[in-house]
């Protein structure tokens, strides 16, 4: 799973692609979702069951193919018994953005003790989380977000950090 919006594009031989809804909550729970985004780092990497994969979506990518891979949407990737080469464009924009304040607003509320209303079922309770969230991480009450691995770097390089 990742936190941006990607493009997968073959460019040589194939690859077989399985996307999970990002709304699946059987794949990936409103809880995970909130430790991905709060936890110390982020990481890619997630548990995965057998049982889970009647509910993917599988695309065969062959040369010249390309696929959307939604922001949080789970997916895994098979090679084949040939040298696949594929190029990924992964961005962030401001609505993937403001979806990861809302869980990180929701763990924080969480460990207040409430139960917070997943993201996505009510628009405005989402942007009054995100705009709380980042009034509360400006005012320095709350951590900075984690970074992948990676993006420290980058962002270091173009003197974001």
Known sequence: ???????????????TVSVF???DAAVL??????QYFSGPAIHRNMRFAEAYQERATVFELREG???????????WVKHGDTVS????ASFKTRAS?????????????RQLGVEPLPWNRSPARDRIKHHAYRALRRAHWLPRP???????DASRAHGNA
């Open 146 to 152: 984690p970074v992948a691995a990676g993006e420290a």
């Open 29 to 34: 729970s409103e809880e995970e979702l909130e």
């Open 97 to 109: 953005l403001a979806r990861g304040d809302v869980y990180r607003m929701n763990a924080v509320l």
């Open 21 to 23: 809804k990002a709304d």
């Open 85 to 88: 080469i594929s190029f990924s």
């Open 65 to 75: 193919h390309g696929l959307h891979i939604p922001t949080t949407a789970p997916h």
């Open 1 to 15: 799973m990742d936190h941006e919006v990607n493009f997968l594009l073959q460019l040589r031989g194939a690859q």
